[in-house]
């Protein structure tokens, strides 16, 4: 999965000098169950961002997992990039549905300013929290914490394996 997203990062930066970077806590405690589809959704946005807003550099994601109880773990996914930045002012603006900051390194991208809006209320239907830090003309992290169940069933729907990671992509959850 990481894999799969990094080819597509570096299709995206074709012209640009951007390195994908995907690093993963090792040992993950447990495999967790996740809406993959969502999950998709949510990395792809923050990624497609990353690349959109940096010209150089590297762009990264970073998987954490910290147990909460026997039931669950909060699994910590950050999105970082080395690109153009966001005002502090404008921070707590960018999940704004259509919201695009107006400043001129941002305009030449592409979008309609929906993405993290999109990314938000995801986030929010699956009881998580996204969050954003950022230092202009260095860069912006994204931080998404989801509480994910533990899995015990031994299904394999997807596997998401990374240096120790197991998690389980279920792509169908009653
Ligand atoms: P869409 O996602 O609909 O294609 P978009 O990418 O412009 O369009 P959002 O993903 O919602 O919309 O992002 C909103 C705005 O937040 C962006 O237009 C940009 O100004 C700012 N932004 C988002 N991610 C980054 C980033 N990684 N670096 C710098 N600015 C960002
Ligand atoms: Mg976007």
């Given at each position: 999965f990481t894999q799969e997203l990094g080819s597509i990062i570096e299709l995206l930066a074709d012209d640009k000098e951007l390195t994908f970077a995907a690093h993963v806590e090792d040992p993950m405690p447990a495999l967790v169950e996740v809406d993959g589809t969502r999950l998709r959704q949510i990395l792809w946005n923050l990624l497609f961002n990353a690349v959109k807003f940096t010209q150089k550099g590297v762009v990264s994601l970073e998987v954490k997992a910290k147990a909460i109880d026997a039931e669950t773990s909060m699994v910590t996914f950050k999105v970082c990039d080395t690109g153009v930045g966001i005002p502090p002012q404008e921070l707590d603006k960018?999940?704004?549905?259509y919201y695009q900051v107006n400043l001129p390194e941002h305009q030449s991208a592409t979008g309609t300013g929906i993405g993290l809006a999109i990314c938000q209320q995801m986030v929010s239907l699956m009881n998580g929290t996204i969050s954003v830090s950022s230092v202009v003309g260095e860069g912006t992290c994204f931080t998404v914490d989801l509480p994910l169940e533990i899995s015990?069933?031994?299904?394999?729907?997807e596997t998401l394996k990374v240096t120790g990671l197991q998690i389980l992509l279920v792509e169908d959850i009653e």
């Amino acid at each position: 999965f990481t894999q799969e997203l990094g080819s597509i990062i570096e299709l995206l930066a074709d012209d640009k000098e951007l390195t994908f970077a995907a690093h993963v806590e090792d040992p993950m405690p447990a495999l967790v169950e996740v809406d993959g589809t969502r999950l998709r959704q949510i990395l792809w946005n923050l990624l497609f961002n990353a690349v959109k807003f940096t010209q150089k550099g590297v762009v990264s994601l970073e998987v954490k997992a910290k147990a909460i109880d026997a039931e669950t773990s909060m699994v910590t996914f950050k999105v970082c990039d080395t690109g153009v930045g966001i005002p502090p002012q404008e921070l707590d603006k960018v999940f704004a549905m259509y919201y695009q900051v107006n400043l001129p390194e941002h305009q030449s991208a592409t979008g309609t300013g929906i993405g993290l809006a999109i990314c938000q209320q995801m986030v929010s239907l699956m009881n998580g929290t996204i969050s954003v830090s950022s230092v202009v003309g260095e860069g912006t992290c994204f931080t998404v914490d989801l509480p994910l169940e533990i899995s015990k069933k031994p299904i394999q729907v997807e596997t998401l394996k990374v240096t120790g990671l197991q998690i389980l992509l279920v792509e169908d959850i009653e």
